[in-house]
């Protein structure tokens, strides 16, 4: 999807088996916001798969930090994270399943404005939209009828993406 920020971790003298870890910019997708991460394998037979988990530290904007963990298992070396939110920092977590010589990898990273995000797919976010796709969106995803007023407008399509379940918020 986007072209990865390439983190390189090679801590010889520590045990991680994570190794140059990759993490791509997030995009919105079908209604989501996704990124994929990577990373490279050591040789260690014992290391059978790898637990994630993934949660917001810190976010800035009008969206209340919550404490939302995600949490998934990989026998691969990646894995796409979603739910994501945007303007926040998330604690990313890997930690490989078999070897007890293993330390738990962990990095922060940021997802952008949603201005600033890449968009595939039909569904579009709300800031990224215009009027009438915007009266579309707000009658599926909602179901709420469509302010007249254009400071309506902005304070809905705020309270929208702060609402929306698949955020993490009610």
Known sequence: MSLPIIINFNY???VYSIKNLQISKAYFINGLIKTNISWNKIN?????????FWIESECHSDVFSCCYR????????????YD???????LINIKPIGSKLSKP????????SCKL?????????????DRKTSKIYFSLIRGTKFPQKESEVELLLLETCAGCPHYGNK
């Open 105 to 112: 990898f962990e990095i922060y990273f940021n997802v952008s």
């Open 44 to 52: 260690d037979h014992r290391i059978k798969q790898y637990d994630i």
């Open 12 to 14: 010889e003298q520590e």
């Open 70 to 81: 995600r949490d998934a298992v990989t026998i691969q070396n990646y894995f796409q994270l």
């Open 117 to 129: 995000t890449d968009v595939y797919g039909s569904i579009r976010p709300p800031c990224q939209t």
């Open 84 to 90: 994501l939110r945007y303007d926040c920092t998330y």
